[in-house]
């Protein structure tokens, strides 16, 4: 954003002793629901600020502020975590006391990735089997989709059945999660502010989980059986403490491989 010179000007204000306070216009203002948000709370404190919510916010400026009692809205990037989060493992979770309108952007990606979205007032249902569709984002400011949300879903398309598109035009530094990513076993490509993800699920989980059995082949059991956990889930956990139980028995890595299948 930036002041606007030519909209700073003086304005008398009538409260009694005649004083001269300033007008300060802000021109191509965020627009999160954040401002707004903040806004709202210095009204009630006795400022004067118009158009929060809108590329163009007016503030005039008052002798003082007084104090107030106000709450703060729900965080939409963390309720957006959550929901990813629930989408990325295949389960389902109830975000309780949350703003729907302000996740729009993000319910109709995850819809079309094929996520389960359901509203009931100020609460919300996401639940996934986790056979995901890609789909392709390119960040911008709101109400568009947040950059705040753009890490968790490129996590979230490197176990989609099919290739995707990540552009990032707002934050240059958001893709250094790629790496990381790319050690746990995802297949994503940088080209500039665009990452191509191309993966299946079960690729990820596997050679994840293969990773890091060889990183703590020395460590305890405990260790490694979170790890595995982490990484696998349930599904496989009878079959990895057999095997626990009785590694010595056997090369780890043939067998581990065998797990995996």
Known sequence: FFLADDGIRDVERSRGLGDVYKREKILNAAREPEIIDLANCLNSM??????????????DGVKSLNGCKHTVIPDRIEAGSFAIAAAIT???????????????????????AGVNWEIADKNI??????NLNPVSITTSEYPGFPTDLQAQFMTLMSIAN???????????????????????????????RTANARFLKSNLQRNWSYKHF???EDDGDDEIWNNVYASTGSKI????????????????????EKICR
């Open 46 to 59: 006795g400022a004067l600020i118009n158009g929060a919510g809108t590329s163009e916010i007016i503030i």
């Open 90 to 112: 295949g389960g389902e979770l109830e975000l309780i006391n949350c703003e729907p309108q302000h996740l729009l952007s993000l319910s109709e990606y995850l819809i079309k």
């Open 125 to 130: 249902t996401v639940s996934s089997n986790a």
């Open 162 to 192: 099919g290739n995707s598109k990540i552009v990032e035009t707002i934050f240059e530094n958001r893709f250094m999660l790629v790496h990381e990513l790319a050690r746990m076993g995802a297949n994503i490509n940088l080209d500039g």
């Open 214 to 216: 060889e990183e703590y």
């Open 237 to 256: 956990l009878d079959k990895i403490e057999s095997w626990l139980f009785n590694r010595s028995e056997f090369p780890w890595k043939i067998q581990f």
